[in-house]
């Protein structure tokens, strides 16, 4: 079974940067529809970012759009997520996800929710 491995989180001041990355062994990921999401103590999980294998299509929530960029780098079978302009309310467990492509664009990746392959989480904590 497809198991996302995320890595890259950490401690960073306001304003900083931070890169994480999603991997898996033994699937390749250029095939998988992706996504980044986000769960802050007492709050909802929430879609930060997805990238659509079916039809090429990313998609950012608004409080993180201009900031973060999701990216393949598909000679590593690897997914990113640059995180720029690192704000307080940026901190949370971030996730990956995959799912084998089914014609979803990026939106409703996001949106929906529709995945069934999660990662642990690494912890991204922004404090001054």
């Known amino acids: 079974q497809l198991q996302p491995v995320e890595s890259g989180g950490g401690s960073v001041q306001p304003g900083g940067s931070l890169r994480l990355s999603c991997a898996a062994s033994?699937?390749?990921?250029?095939?998988?529809?992706i996504g980044w999401f986000r769960q802050a103590p007492g709050k909802e999980r929430e879609g930060v970012s997805c990238i659509s294998n079916s039809d090429g299509s990313t998609y950012y929530a608004d409080s993180v759009k201009g900031r973060f960029t999701i990216s393949r780098d598909n000679a590593n079978n690897t997914v990113y997520l640059q995180m720029n302009s690192l704000k307080p309310e940026d901190t949370a467990v971030y996730y990956c996800?995959?799912?084998?492509?089914?014609?979803?664009?990026?939106?409703?990746?996001?949106?929906?929710?529709?995945?069934?392959?999660w990662g642990q989480g690494t912890q991204v904590t922004v404090s001054s």
């Open positions: 996800a995959a799912r084998g492509a089914l014609g979803y664009n990026a939106q409703q990746l996001c949106v929906m929710r529709v995945f069934g392959n």
């Open positions: 033994g699937f390749t990921l250029e095939y998988f529809d």
